[in-house]
């Protein structure tokens, strides 16, 4: 991580969010204008500091004295907001630093998200200012922060309005000001969650909202930082905060909109070609435990059950419903997101036969007839009875239409239980209308009304907790394997100058262990013959030629070919083929190369990812790996766990297992090799772009893999046009980072 970044980690945002005095440039005494909006946010969501209205035309707002200018002011505020017109932001700007401010907002518009040069030159003019002057500054075109726990808000949003809400344990950071302080945290309010803290960070000049999240996560009053961006700035600072919230045990929950890809990759390779944008953020979010989600109400309603940071320890669901459709529905939907639903065990069934006789084996989720409405301390038991399997790991109680005082044991049920649990509560309260689901989130009970939102929950809790496991017990923890051999690597990557054939990608990769076929370069119909006989027939033949990087798409290939008389001829056909396909091409001649054993055609690649740096993937290879686009993303470098994830998760991932009497493949060799990949790929991230193994087999068990054919695009020859567009992509309009 350069310095810059690290900076920007470690900045202590408490005296942003919670001053002991704050000014506002721009303030009004009109309710209707945005610097009279965020004035009377500032007055009246219970600010205990001094508030210094700033503004040359007003003598008073409020009551409280207005100044001609920050130099006039009695003392040096901690925070500044601005709220001036863009060709006045950098004189305000100017005399903030001339007082020693630590922390500026500029809420102003008109730079980067513009998309104009002019808005872009502000914005690069504004990350100087910052780095020169050493203030932090939020924005610009932003709205701002608020803070429940200390009672501060410098916003302009009507969210806030009235009696300030109580404080929660919930974080809210997002690009957007509308999106995340209405989609997100007043809906999280209006269904009992309770915020911390809210930034709206727009353009993030300088700031980002990975800073926000750093504060957040290091704070007391938070356990649950809800994340709604556009993209990611800054990829090794996103591991680092990622890092740091599982060793906090504080979930990231992220919506990241903008889905589809900004821009098509200028891609030498297969995994260029398939590389999206998307794709790989939702990888790198996976691996490094962030919990991504789809849609605003998914942040807040998995952070309903987040919040109580109880992590599950396996996959082993039970449920208890007076109702069968219910049970059925929840059992459904939890499949749906992989969890499963245990039998019970043999001492469970002999209990819950002594608690309802008559009922025969009971099935999990278990439909409880009227026990479940009629008899509740008997279902209380019941439910106790579930909750303690060995084979449970969350429990899930549904309730309907019944009595508050009914209600209330369900609550103390999932409150007290030994294994994670949630409350599905379908209905109403019989006895008081009043009473809702709101009542229960405020008190802190994890309710829900719908299977849905429920499961993806608790598939969060486990999935995190996972994570957590696995990174306290260091097996995030990337080791280089054996047999890296970096010096040997980088001097033949060296001599093979700006453009690598096959020849040449296979001797770079095989000092880090590659096994790759057996192959002589001929320049000759009768040194190709020669080769081939040395080999063994059958041979391949392929062009050897670092400007023709697909052989196939050339026709400058043959395969299986066996005799002296065929194999010239086969040299002389590949030549052809390859004039005829790139006139302007170097032509160094034929590669003779043994003919690849059967198994499962896989592919494995990198890719530079303008955010995450080099990403390693692996797929189903062949032809079809742009078609069917079944790959599988991490980024760079991998351990071996990580490795086989990503070989799990794909759908081809069956064909390794061994199908229709085909014996199971090498699976082991292939999760060692992108690992190795992933080393090479983080070894020389400054001088590889791209990567392709394709295809390589995979042989059956115990007999290794080998790759068959190998490019290697170094940087410099990606660098042009099209690369440095990929580069400056930001994801978000309204920001303009430093990829």
Request: glycine content about 10%; charged content about 25%.
């Amino acid at each position: 991580m350069d310095e810059s970044a690290s900076r920007a980690v470690c900045t202590d945002l408490s005296r942003l969010l919670a001053p002991r005095s704050a000014a506002l440039v721009g303030a009004t005494d009109h309710p209707t204008s945005f610097g009279g909006r965020v004035f009377q946010q500032m007055s009246n969501f219970g600010f205990r500091g001094k508030i210094y209205p700033v503004n040359p035309r007003l003598g008073e707002i409020n009551g409280l004295r207005c100044y001609p200018g920050l130099k006039d002011l009695p003392e040096t505020p901690d925070h500044v907001g601005i709220i001036v017109s863009v060709q006045r932001v950098f004189d305000v700007l100017t005399d903030c630093a001339a007082i020693g401010v630590p922390f500026a907002t500029v809420y102003t518009a008109g730079f980067s998200e513009t998309g104009t040069p002019e808005g872009r030159e502000r914005q690069a003019r504004l990350v100087a200012f910052a780095k020169s002057s050493g203030m932090r500054i939020m924005g610009p075109n932003c709205n701002g922060v608020i803070n429940f726990v200390d009672g501060f808000a410098m916003t302009s949003t009507a969210a806030v309005k009235g009696v300030r809400a109580p404080a929660g344990n919930i974080g809210v950071v997002s690009h957007s000001g509308g999106l995340g302080q209405i989609n997100i945290m007043w809906r999280a309010q209006e269904i009992g969650l309770g915020i911390s803290y809210e930034a709206s960070c727009g353009n993030e000049a300088d700031l980002d909202t990975l800073d926000f999240v750093r504060f957040m996560l290091e704070s007391d009053a938070t356990d649950v930082v809800l994340l709604a961006v556009e993209g990611i700035k800054d990829g090794e600072k996103f591991k680092v905060v990622a890092r740091e919230a599982a060793e906090r045990e504080k979930p990231i929950v992220a919506l990241k909109f903008g889905r589809t890809e900004a821009g098509s990759r200028a891609a030498a390779s297969h995994t260029g070609a398939v590389a999206g944008d998307d794709a790989i953020t939702d990888a790198v979010f996976r691996q490094y435990g962030v919990i991504r989600v789809d849609e605003c109400d998914q942040l807040y309603e998995t952070a309903v059950l987040l919040r109580q940071r109880r992590w599950p320890r396996g996959w082993g669901a039970a449920a208890a419903s007076p109702t069968g459709g219910n049970v059925v529905q929840l059992a459904d939907v939890g499949a749906r997101f992989g969890l499963d639903w245990p039998p019970y065990s043999e001492t469970t069934q002999a209990a819950l036969a002594k608690l309802l006789p008559g009922y025969g084996k009971v099935g999990n989720p278990t439909d409880m007839t009227s026990v479940a409405t009629g008899e509740q301390v008997l279902y209380r038991q019941a439910l106790n009875t579930i909750a303690a399997d060995e084979n449970v790991h969350v429990m899930v109680p549904i309730y309907m239409s019944i009595a508050r005082h009914d209600l209330q044991l369900g609550a103390d049920f999932v409150t007290g239980c030994e294994k994670v649990a949630a409350m599905m509560w379908i209905g109403n309260c019989t006895d008081d209308p009043s009473f809702t689901r709101r009542d229960f989130v405020k008190a802190g009970v994890p309710v829900y009304r719908d299977a849905t939102p429920c499961m993806r929950a608790f598939r969060a809790a486990v999935d995190f907790g996972d994570y957590v496991k696995s990174h306290k017990a260091g097996a995030t923890n990337c080791e280089r394997p054996r047999g890296l051999d970096r010096q040997t690597a980088a001097e033949r990557l060296q001599s093979a100058g700006s453009k690598l054939t096959e020849r040449e990608a296979k001797a770079v990769l095989a000092a880090y262990g590659f096994p790759v076929t057996r192959e002589r370069l001929a320049t000759s119909p009768d040194e190709a013959a020669a080769h081939a006989r040395e080999i063994g027939a059958p041979v391949a033949l392929k062009i050897d030629s670092p400007d023709i990087a697909h052989k196939t798409e050339a026709g400058a290939i043959r395969l299986g070919i066996e005799g002296d008389a065929p194999v010239r001829g086969a040299y002389g056909e590949v030549m052809s083929a390859a004039r005829r396909y790139a006139p302007q091409a170097t032509l160094n001649g034929v590669l003779v190369q043994a003919m690849a054993p059967k198994g499962v055609e896989l592919m494995l690649g990198v890719v530079s990812d303008p955010v995450f740096g080099p990403v390693v993937a692996v797929g189903l290879g062949g032809i079809y790996v742009e078609v069917l686009k079944d790959v599988a993303y991490r980024a760079a470098p991998v351990t071996p766990r990580q490795a086989a994830d990503m070989v799990g998760e794909l759908r081809s991932a069956t064909l390794l297992d061994g199908v229709r009497g085909m014996a199971p493949r090498d699976k082991d060799a292939l999760i060692d090799l992108i690992v190795r990949l992933s080393w090479f790929a983080h070894d020389f991230r400054e001088d590889v772009a791209e990567i392709d193994l394709n295809p390589l087999i995979v042989l059956e068990r115990g007999a290794g893999a080998c790759v068959v054919d190998a490019l290697i695009v170094r940087a410099a020859d990606r660098r042009g046009p099209a690369l440095d567009a990929l580069l400056s992509l930001q994801g978000a309009a309204c920001r303009q980072g430093e990829a």
